[in-house]
């Protein structure tokens, strides 16, 4: 997040780890631009933050010529400011996976190839997989996601990027324990899986999701359980570019 209060602090910790793959998170809703708030009237509130409306917001895109110059714009601004990190862009996906609305998709994948893009984000969740690691987990929307999903997929393997077989991390965005994730370590699905989560030392930062237990994500990222599954030999680790 190029525009985020603590995006200075993430770049110097990324540089000194040369081996952390880092991608661009787009943020086109919830958020602040990069971009003067004045040049995108159609996409931002009265506050110059990004409109929460996704749903009306993904309509102005899709309707009004002058909300996709504005997107445009934005999307190059922010992948400028990655640029300006000189980090290696490992991949590139949305906040709130806004990048499933297909014109959001197009403006992204024509904006990213001219910066060297090569790897999207697909969120296709295999939800067999979901209810076999943890039996309890609710019903969720991938019913409405799924198609989206892959047809951003498509999209992308088509602009030739590569996009993951199976992404983890939506019906449990905010709650990743130690035990779901060593869960989902033990039943990779065939192919290539990306799995993210939503670590930090505390619950109740400022701008936090209510309900998302940060604390409970870092710990699963440092169990020695979910450790010791993600180094067994039949799995390879690594970011986007060491797939692509």
């Given at each position: ?24 998170h787009v943020v086109l809703v919830e ?83 001219r910066h060297g893009l090569r790897g ?8 067999s997989t979901l209810v076999d690691a ?111």
């Open positions: 997040m190029v525009s985020g209060g603590a995006a200075r602090d993430a770049v110097e910790r990324a540089r000194r780890l040369p081996h952390l793959r880092v991608g661009l958020g602040c631009p990069v971009l003067p708030p004045e040049r995108l009237p159609r996409l931002v509130d009265a506050s110059g933050r990004f409109r929460s409306d996704m749903a009306g917001l993904g309509f102005d895109i899709f309707a009004h010529p002058s909300a996709r110059r504005q997107l445009a714009a934005e999307i190059e601004a922010q992948f400028e400011a990655f640029r300006a990190t000189n980090l290696p862009l490992d991949h590139v996906n949305a906040h709130k996976h806004f990048h499933l609305h297909p014109t959001v998709a197009g403006a992204i994948i024509a904006v990213g190839r999207l984000r697909a969120p296709i969740e295999t939800r943890d039996p309890q987990t609710p019903p969720g929307s991938d019913w409405l996601t799924a198609p989206w999903a892959s047809l951003l997929a498509r999209r992308a393997r088509r602009a030739g990027l590569r996009s993951p077989d199976a992404v983890f991390g939506l019906a449990w965005s905010g709650a990743m324990t130690a035990p779901r994730f060593a869960g989902l370590l033990d039943r990779l699905p065939e192919g290539w899986t990306e799995i993210y989560t939503h670590p930090a030392t505390r619950d109740d930062f400022e701008g936090h999701a209510p309900g998302y237990r940060y604390a409970d994500e870092l710990a699963a990222l440092t169990s020695a359980a979910v450790i010791a599954a993600a180094r067994r030999s039949d799995i390879k680790l690594g970011g986007y570019s060491d797939f692509c």
